[in-house]
């Protein structure tokens, strides 16, 4: 059950940021070459920069750049960004019984910057019964700001790093995600969720179409979730 959630205070803002610029400088490095990308694929300066800093979802503005052209397939898009963006349905609706208190338009205020990274790491203190609302906003704050900066360097420097999977940089933030949920807690009901959501991931991403993958294995673990209930604390 959640709890209202405490006022948001400048100094727990200002520590989550901070916590979160390590991670952040990474996808800094991904924003460089999206703005390299997107200069060769035809936008201006201004429209790449305002893209990101509107959009915030990297995977989504990189499939966007695909379909990018003189003529925009605007239905196609659509559904492109919607279904790689598809996971944040799920990430709303696992902080609602924290944010349900909130006032509607502060709640989505908050909610404009929650991505892969901050999400997990306020996940992990809601869990143990903290405000995890720091990390939320702040840790956002700074994943935005880094992407944002490293789209406007790419415009001038990306070809400095043109592909950084090729420098194995792809694979901090699924590092991070990963020290996020192992230091949530565990046991048989929490594992068999995480082997049943990831074996329906690997057979979405062979058998089912791109992106697809991400949004099927988190609800099959979800409806595992649903149907064996968190035994009640005695």
Known sequence: MGK??????????????????????????????????????????LSTVLMS???????????TLELWGEHVPLVPLIATVFFIN???ILMGASVYPWFKDIPLRQRYQYLLVISDA???????????????????????????????????????????????R???????????????VLS?????RIVIIWLVSALVAVLAYWYLPENMHVVVGALAGGLVGLFWKERAAT
């Open 166 to 180: 090729a420098l194995g940089l792809d694979m901090v933030m699924y590092c991070f995600l990963l020290t996020m």
């Open 86 to 88: 598809a996971r944040h």
């Open 4 to 45: 209202p959630h405490p006022a948001l205070t400048y100094q727990a803002t200002w520590f989550a940021f901070k916590e979160m610029l390590p991670v952040a400088a990474f996808v800094a490095i991904f924003g460089l070459a999206f703005g390299l990308a997107a200069v060769q694929t035809g936008l201006d300066g």
């Open 184 to 188: 949530g807690p565990k046991d048989l």
């Open 53 to 63: 800093a509107a959009v915030f979802a990297g995977a989504s503005q990189f499939a």
């Open 118 to 164: 901050n999400w997990a790491k306020a996940m992990i203190k809601y869990n143990h019964g903290k405000s995890g609302l720091a990390d939320i906003v702040g840790g956002g704050l700074a994943l935005w700001l880094m992407w944002v900066v490293g789209t406007w360097l790419g415009l001038y420097f990306g070809y400095l790093i043109q592909n950084p």
